[in-house]
């Protein structure tokens, strides 16, 4: 073990004051893991109670102040607002004047690329979009979850190092995205990420209905396990009756759906539909099983219609939104974390 004393980064030279406008889940998280690299936080803005306590877990010391007055005093300025307020934020600190030649101004939006940023590149503002691809908790435990995590970048090519050394210097991965591929890019970290979460409560749900009284003791297991072969396999780690083609125990499936969790049921027509196609094309369902499936997966979705409007089949997964967690006041959110 090295028993060297290390040094505290508090006694080495700051190499950029840092800012934080929104202090929802990712701006404290960031700017304290900035300041273990040596740079200084010097201000933050937040209005909720929950931000500002945030802040103070995070940040300790670091005065809270106005957005302008974060710009004022910073040269690094992270912008971790949701995603539908930032267009309005930039605008409006560049027709103020908030915005300095040469600053840093990153924004953690999964959306959006630098070209939101557009405005502060006119009033001389260095722009770069740099997107952890983690959910965040807003305690100090997001700090060291960093330390691997990737983030989506995207910035002028001229700043292309600038950015991509920032995100090593906290801990993360860089992985460059081009602009006009950050929405789908970050569809797929929702589709990924937000939605197991709904998927994972829906299934825990189900299990106390049937009388499972540690569901989470029993899922831990198999999910971490699914997770691990998905990652590695991919399409090839399919399993369960819709996979192997077995039309009747998903048809049996249903019936019990819809008898004590009818709200479930367009999740899991939907969700088999899609496994039977992948499995198709991936040579896992037969295609002689595959027709008695596709026609009980039909009959799902028609006996839904008129049973209470649970049948949602468009556009109420919730993907095109912001991930708001704490709020609230449009400068507080978080990124959009896969979230």
Not at 64 to 89: C, I, K, N, S, W
Not at 198 to 221: I, Y
């Amino acid at each position: 073990m090295n028993t060297t004393p290390q040094p505290d980064p508090r006694d080495r030279p700051a190499r950029l004051t840092v800012g934080v406008v929104g202090a929802g889940r990712v701006g404290p998280a960031l700017a304290a893991s900035l300041q273990l690299a040596g740079h200084r936080p010097v201000a933050v803005s937040g209005v909720s109670d929950a931000s500002r306590r945030r802040a103070a877990a995070l940040l300790p010391d670091v005065p809270l102040m106005r957005p302008a007055e974060v710009l004022e005093r910073a040269e690094l300025v992270l912008l971790t607002v949701p995603d539908d307020a930032l267009p309005g934020l930039v605008t409006g600190l560049a027709e103020t004047g908030a915005v300095r030649p040469g600053q840093l101004l990153v924004h953690t939006s999964g959306r959006y690329g630098a070209r939101v940023l557009d405005p502060a590149l006119r009033a001389g503002a260095l722009p770069l979009a740099l997107h952890p691809a983690m959910t965040f908790t807003g305690t100090p435990v997001d700090v060291q979850r960093l330390a691997g995590c990737s983030f989506g970048v995207t910035a002028p090519e001229e700043l292309r190092l600038a950015a991509e050394a920032l995100v090593i210097e906290m801990g993360g991965e860089p992985e460059w995205i081009a602009e006009d591929k950050r929405p789908l890019y970050h569809a797929a970290l929702a589709l990924g990420a937000n939605h197991l979460v709904t998927l994972v409560a829906q299934s825990m749900e189900l299990l106390r209905t049937a009388g499972v009284e540690a569901p989470d003791r029993m899922l831990g297991p198999l999910l971490g396990a699914s997770l691990d072969n998905a990652l590695r396999s991919g399409d090839a780690a399919l399993t369960g009756p819709v996979a192997r083609g077995d039309a009747g125990t998903v048809a049996a499936h249903i019936v019990e759906l819809r008898a004590h969790a009818p709200q479930a049921v367009a999740g899991y027509l939907a969700m088999a539909r899609a496994t039977a196609d992948r499995a198709l094309d991936h040579g896992l369902l037969k295609a002689e099983l595959a027709e008695d499936l596709l026609g009980v997966l039909a009959d799902g979705t028609a006996g839904t219609n008129g049973t209470g409007g649970t049948d949602r089949t468009d556009g109420t997964d919730g993907t095109g939104g912001t991930d708001r967690t704490d709020g609230t006041d449009g400068t507080d959110g978080t990124e959009g974390d896969a979230r």
